[in-house]
């Protein structure tokens, strides 16, 4: 197979992941069916929605108020719900979740802003052994309808710690869910799904996925909150991945396409728990499985996706089940992220080495 | 580093001193100038409440000894004494409000009893048989304890701000506003999770007050590796009233928290009390205090005993000896009802391992919960 130019960003936008048709637009309300944003927008739309269905959602974190935090997700819902609503916070990751597992004791709906992925360290102890335990300590008096939104991933050229993958840490927290959308209409309705959940959620967004533009379904979701889902089909080789990876995939797909090979790419969509339904589904038509990832291989997301799916298709699998991920060495200098984050023609070289099983 | 607490750490006596206190150590009323505002708060307690703290107390001291001797003997996986707590412990309990909720470290014992929390339910976390133990709604808003040092003074912060959000809270009916009550320690109070609530308490000025219990010892470790200044002095620095108490002396604990308990249900935002008193006992059964700390240094604290203090006292007022007799019967007794309870404990069922882990369907806990009962059922005479 040949090869496209090294380390190409990751641009292509998803096809549009609505499977349900538009709404009908004869509703009383002048509100569109659906709209082309970008994943970002597609969040501050979400987050409007559900701050305006339930008053108890209060939206925690740093410079989320009259800045509307430092990628805007927020922006204008402090001047919309004012000062009870949107707390713009110390700066102190800890006091951040700590004071939400109170919110929610409370009652409320805590949503939490954590700036970048690398600052979420300081809160790790309150998520962990408090807000992930509380419910099952309470022996289910209380629930913990907390979601932690955390901007995550590299292809941003940033400093230290901002462009980091550490969704394994809270994957393997029992009382946690962990999601990321890896597209608008996905973030549109997951964040809502997140809120209502009565358990806490740790919502990862691609940060490198925030502008690019996508078709917004205002009228229903389509797919539940923990449910993976084919987001392009193909017949050789399954590839699966999360957030910003499958736009990674995606242009894979289209490159293997060239060259005669199939791909069926499956969005994660839900890292804890995982829907194995659609990834076996897959890998019984192809019988070929490669894991893509971000995050560094070692004891990771695309490890526990590569054991299941060898204890539950052993006789399906035509070749080991292959990861590629980030190397297990600390998320290196911007100017050499694209050695250390998987391109596309590394998940294609990947593709190769399981079509020569 | 001196390997006892340094001055500034035990109460200075004389009524020059910065630390309120209402008591001396031999019993006799005699308020230091630091008491003065808060002699008011005195006058709503009566002799029935003097005799309800002096009960408490009692009762708790022996509820105390029981459980260790329970832990002795192999019934409990480990016990957490408050010896020598009592005055701290009782005085700030019963200035709560029935509205008011309490989060606690884990040694606050007599707290939940008097919040209304069967203190069985402690030994049952104790014997290791449950994580929690109680209904905090059903139970006198007493929360659950927790293990991990500072983490509920955060709970109790953002708790705070979700009463002024809800406007439970300074509406100018002190019957219903509320407040919080936290409870800490000064091994704790390194955490940074401590320093970072009374961040956001002063920030959002919380309706809530920080009870730090300085009984001097950290399993090891003296207060003066923790802090350099009294511990009170810190809440200036975050812009939050502080104020030592002498934590040996129930009444000075019920008048000084009463204060800041109204003040915080009124909308004058928290406060940080310093009750300087001693863990008599070890820090859990766990632990051996001769290997780090002098008898003659224990024996000067057992001398400042918060029992025998309040006791001497309310002889001084002409209580009867019938009372106090009673008092010492009646907590033999409990202490008895308790040993004969803990012994009736039974495990949970295997199931709740996988009970409430999450609010809603989990496929994995779904899987392993039937796997166990395949497991289990797969062995002859199997009764899962």
């Known amino acids: ?357 | 580093m001196a390997a006892t607490p340094d001055e500034f750490f035990v109460p200075a006596s004389g009524a020059e001193s910065p630390t309120v206190r209402m008591l001396t150590a031999d019993g006799t009323f005699q308020p230091s100038d630091a008491a003065a505002e808060y002699l008011p708060y005195l006058d709503r307690i009566s002799e029935a409440d003097h005799r309800r703290f002096y009960r408490d107390m009692v009762v708790v001291r022996k509820f105390d000894i029981e459980a260790a001797n329970l832990q002795r003997q192999g019934q409990l996986a480990l016990w957490v004494p408050s010896h020598g707590q009592e005055a701290a412990q009782v005085g700030s309990a019963y200035a709560t409000r029935a509205q008011d909720h309490v989060f606690p470290s884990y040694r606050e014992h007599v707290v939940g009893m008097i919040r209304g929390i069967d203190v069985v339910d402690i030994l049952r976390m104790l014997r290791g048989v449950t994580l929690g133990g109680w209904k905090p709604e059903e139970h006198g808003n007493f929360h659950l304890y927790t293990l991990v040092l500072a983490s509920q003074t955060l709970h109790a912060t953002g708790f705070a701000m979700g009463m002024q959000l809800d406007g439970s809270t300074a509406t100018g009916n002190p019957e219903t506003d509320q407040a919080v009550i936290v409870y800490y320690g000064d091994g704790a109070s390194s955490e940074g999770e401590a320093s970072e609530a009374l961040v956001y308490a002063a920030s959002y000025q919380t309706p809530q007050v920080f009870f730090l219990q300085n009984n001097q010892w950290a399993i090891s470790v003296p207060v003066s590796r923790q802090s350099r200044t009294p511990l009170y002095k810190r809440a200036g620095g975050f812009g939050i009233p502080g104020t030592q108490i002498d934590g040996n002396d129930v009444l000075a604990s019920y008048a000084v928290t009463a204060k800041h308990l109204d003040d915080a249900r009124s909308g004058r935002g928290p406060a940080l009390i310093e009750a300087v008193t001693y863990r008599v006992g070890a820090h859990t059964t766990a632990d051996d205090p001769t290997k780090y700390r002098t008898a003659d240094e224990t024996a000067s604290w057992v001398a400042r005993d918060p029992i025998v203090r309040f006791r001497t006292y309310l002889q001084g007022l002409g209580i009867e000896q019938q009372f106090l007799d009673d008092v010492d019967v009646e907590a033999a007794d409990f202490a008895a009802d308790v040993r004969r309870r803990a012994l009736e404990i039974r495990g949970p069922e295997k199931h709740t391992i996988f009970d409430n882990v999450y609010a809603e369907a989990h496929p994995r806990i779904d899987e392993q919960r039937a796997w166990l009962d395949s497991y289990e059922a797969s062995f002859e005479g199997g009764n899962a």
């Not at chain 1, 799904?193 to 358990?199: G, L, P, V, Y």
């Not at chain 1, 925030?210 to 909150?225: A, D, N, R």
């Not at chain 1, 590839?239 to 069926?264: R, W, Y």
């Open chain 1, 1 to 357: 197979m040949s090869r496209t130019a090294a380390s190409a960003p990751a641009d292509t936008t998803i096809a549009d992941p609505a499977i349900i048709p538009a709404t009908d637009a004869s509703a009383a309300t002048a509100a569109p069916a659906s709209a082309s944003l970008p994943l970002a927008k597609a969040l501050n739309a979400g987050l409007r929605q559900a701050m305006k269905e339930n008053s108890k959602v209060v939206l925690m974190g740093e410079d989320i108020g009259p800045l509307g935090g430092v990628f805007r997700v927020t922006e204008g819902l402090h001047a919309e719900f004012g000062d009870k609503r949107v707390l713009d916070t110390p700066l102190a990751e800890a006091g951040i979740v700590g004071t939400a597992i109170g919110l929610a004791l409370r009652g409320y709906r805590p949503v939490c802003e954590i700036q970048f992925d690398g600052f979420v360290f300081p809160g790790f102890n309150q998520i962990t052994t408090q807000l992930a335990r509380m419910r099952n300590r309470h022996e289910g008096s209380v629930s913990m309808p907390v979601v932690i939104r955390i901007p995550y991933g590299g292809h941003i050229g940033s400093i230290e710690h901002h462009q980091e993958s550490p969704e394994a840490y809270f994957a393997h927290t029992p009382g946690l869910r962990v999601v990321s959308p890896s597209n608008p209409h996905d973030a549109y309705w997951m964040l809502q799904e997140a809120i209502r959940s009565d358990d806490p959620v740790i919502f990862f967004e691609p940060k490198s996925r925030y502008w690019p533009k996508g078709e917004v379904h205002f009228g229903e979701s389509g797919t539940p909150l923990h449910a993976s889902r084919v987001v392009r089909a193909g017949t050789d080789v399954t590839v699966v991945g999360h957030g910003a990876m499958v736009s990674v995939l995606l242009q894979a797909a289209e490159i293997a396409e060239a060259e005669g090979i199939s791909l069926e790419v499956v969005d994660l969509r839900s890292i804890s728990p995982i829907d194995y339904g659609p990834i076996l589904g897959s890998v019984e038509k192809t019988g070929r499985l490669v894991v893509a990832q971000e995050a560094s291989g070692f004891v990771s997301v695309g490890s526990e996706i590569a054991a299941t799916v060898t204890e539950k298709a052993f006789y399906t699998l035509q070749a080991p089940v292959l990861r590629v991920s980030g190397f297990d060495a600390p998320f290196p200098a911007a100017a050499v992220e694209t050695y250390f984050l998987p391109s596309p023609d590394r998940v294609l070289e990947a593709v190769d080495r399981a079509l020569s099983y």
